[in-house]
């Protein structure tokens, strides 16, 4: 899933990104499966975080 980013010298910029989802095998855990997280990409996000306070300035 690509991920849009600020412009770079007035070029859109996608950033290609493949969010892996791991699996939980313990009987305890209340959680099955899990998805990699960055804290610049929030969950269900196609813009980062930067560019969404570029597109608000």
């Avoid at 849009?4 to 969010?19: E, F, R, Y």
């Amino acid at each position: 899933m690509p991920i849009h980013d600020i412009p770079a010298h007035g070029s859109p910029v996608l950033l290609p990104w493949n969010k892996r989802v791991f699996r939980c095998h313990e009987k305890q855990s209340r959680t099955v499966t899990f998805t990699e997280e960055l804290h610049r990409i929030g969950p269900r996000e196609k813009l980062t975080v930067r560019a969404c306070h570029w597109a608000h300035e």
